[in-house]
Nanobody
């Protein structure tokens, strides 16, 4: 049974940086696409960034492009999200999720979900 656990969230001032990690366990995720999603307070869940199984293809929501970088280390079974130049509108609970094959930018159809980590950006 696979499991995803996020870490690295916290409180940061606008313009600051955070690095989120998503540790996978219980099975290998090397054949899974993996995405980061977020849910701002009072809003629907939204796609943030995605990466294919080998890490050769990455894609981002327009709102985070050029500020966030997704990466994965299959040897460590870990997914990352480097977040730079954070803005108050980035405040949300951030989730990692895994899907066999392609994941695209969908916000609900995944095989595994993490429990989420809170990111709060103060102005």
């Amino acid at each position: 049974q696979g499991r995803l656990v996020e870490s690295g969230g916290g409180l940061v001032q606008a313009g600051g940086s955070l690095r989120l990690s998503c540790a996978a366990s219980g099975r290998t995720f090397t054949d899974y696409s993996m995405n980061w999603l977020r849910q701002p307070p009072g809003k629907d869940r939204e796609f943030v960034a995605g990466i294919n199984w080998i890490g050769s293809i990455t894609y981002y929501a327009d709102s985070v492009k050029d500020r966030f970088t997704i990466s994965r280390d299959n040897g460590k079974n870990t997914l990352y999200l480097q977040m730079d130049n954070l803005k108050p509108e980035d405040t949300a609970v951030y989730f990692c999720a895994a899907r066999i094959g392609r994941a695209g930018r969908n916000t609900y159809d995944y095989d595994y979900w993490g429990q989420g980590t809170q990111v709060t950006v103060s102005s």
